[in-house]
């Protein structure tokens, strides 16, 4: 049974990829945070994300945890900010709800089915995620939400 404390259930809701991007195009408090790594996100992300990985892509070794990842969120980000948070398919994103839950963020959406989609172990789409849906996506991306500019931000 989970026994998460009150304050940090209320303070995380589910949402679906466009249910995200409705929040973000009628509420423009609503930032997007892309965890994905850096090589994720350069591919293609909703248009206006930030990157801030959980986990960082080392060739050879595979996903690493990002062990700045709450630091620079904090640096970057204040705590009561409307956040939508998003990975590949949902699972990483998650657990950043987690992490920023207990470091005092009260209005955190996970982005069920991401920037993929989620899958069932027969690899068949349980959840669309933010491509699948056709919502705008870019490669492209300003100064103010690449990881490295947001990252040296905490580092002042």
């Known amino acids: 049974m989970d026994h998460k404390p009150n304050d940090e259930r209320e303070s995380m809701k589910e949402i679906s990829a466009q249910e995200a991007y409705d929040l973000l195009e009628n509420d423009k408090d609503y930032i997007y945070l892309d965890v994905r790594s850096v090589p994720e996100f350069d591919a293609g992300h909703p248009r206006g994300a930030i990157n801030i990985p959980l986990m960082h892509f080392i060739p050879g070794s595979g996903m690493q945890p ?45 982005v069920r089915g991401g920037f993929v989609g989620a899958m069932d172990n027969f690899g068949r789409i349980v959840e669309p995620g933010w491509s699948m849906l056709n919502l705008p996506v870019s490669t492209e991306a300003g100064e103010d939400a690449r990881y490295e500019s947001l990252a040296a931000k905490a580092k002042k």
């Not at 409307?82 to 987690?98: N, V």
């Open 66 to 110: 990002n062990q700045d990842f709450q630091a620079v969120v904090e640096a970057n980000i204040p705590k009561d900010a409307k956040l939508a948070i998003g990975c590949k398919t949902g699972g990483r994103s998650a657990r950043a709800c987690e992490v920023l839950a207990q470091a005092g963020y009260t209005n955190l959406a996970n």
